[in-house]
């Protein structure tokens, strides 16, 4: 049995490819233009990166912020349900999931079957969001990628006073010009976001273990930061920028599946 999931957010494209619940292939393509654009170019990625027929994959579910912009996928799904999917199946001792993407933040709470107990999220505001990572590297003239090295040699944080993404820009130009370490000035927005999402995560209740997921994951100045914010260990799983994905197919394998028994 052939399944796939798809997840198209708003700066990558997700999918993973399953073959009787083992994985077979993954793809991840940056989005650019619009999301039905975006699901099409990751489409033509599965066929040349599989060599599968696609008319051997079963069934195709969607999640993710231009999930209705996928016309070949007969199901979907909320990226709150997939992620609690994946992540189920890759530890079931996970009990809590912060996921960080380009556009917004989400924390969940799951049982030992993965079902989703509680959620919040915050996509009206980007400085809760990898986005304020990423203006913020634009600001200073680095690759969003460098940010971890950054982070590294930076020896103490600098706080932030302005919650605002606008308003951190220019503070973050003022500590540029004023000479301040680069490396000190990473970890501060590595702080505040930290800050920001671990608040976000404290008004449901966290619960060990607790996963990272999304692109943010990555990032081992982010981790670092949000370890020392909620005081644990956060579980990062090396697919966690396709966890979304990786439930989106699980939930398609599971259709098939009731299916075939009906």
């Known amino acids: 049995m052939i399944v796939a999931g798809c997840d198209i957010g708003s700066t990558t494209a997700k999918a993973v490819i399953l073959d009787d619940g083992t994985i077979i292939a993954t793809v991840l393509l940056p989005v650019e233009g619009s999301p039905k654009d975006a699901a099409q170019l990751l489409l033509s990625s599965i066929q040349e990166k599989t060599k599968i027929d696609i008319a051997q994959i079963e069934a195709w579910c969607g999640t993710g912020y231009g999930q209705k912009n996928i016309p070949y996928a007969s199901i979907v799904e909320s990226e709150i349900v997939c992620h609690a999917k994946g992540i189920q199946y890759i530890d079931k001792d996970v009990r809590t999931i912060i996921d960080i993407g380009g556009q917004d933040a989400k924390v969940c709470r799951i049982d030992a079957y993965g079902n989703v107990q509680r959620y919040v999220y915050n996509d009206k505001c980007a400085s809760g969001t990898g986005r304020f990572l990423e203006i913020t590297a634009d600001v200073m003239e680095v690759p969003i990628t460098k940010l971890a090295t950054l982070d590294a040699k930076g020896e103490k944080e600098i706080t932030l006073s302005n919650q605002c993404v606008v308003f951190a820009e220019t503070e973050v130009i003022s500590l540029l010009n004023s000479g301040e370490d680069m490396g000190n000035i990473v970890k501060g927005l590595h702080r505040a976001l930290a800050s920001r999402v671990a608040s976000l995560a404290l008004s449901i209740g966290v619960e060990?273990?607790?996963?990272?997921?999304?692109?943010?994951?990555?990032?081992?100045?982010?981790?670092?930061a949000l370890e020392r914010v909620l005081k644990t260990k956060l579980v990062v799983h090396e697919y966690c920028q396709i966890m979304g994905a990786l439930g989106a197919a699980l939930i398609a394998q599971e259709r098939v599946k009731s299916r075939v028994a009906s």
């Open 208 to 224: 060990e273990k607790i996963a990272f997921s999304g692109g943010v994951a990555h990032n081992a100045g982010m981790v670092s």
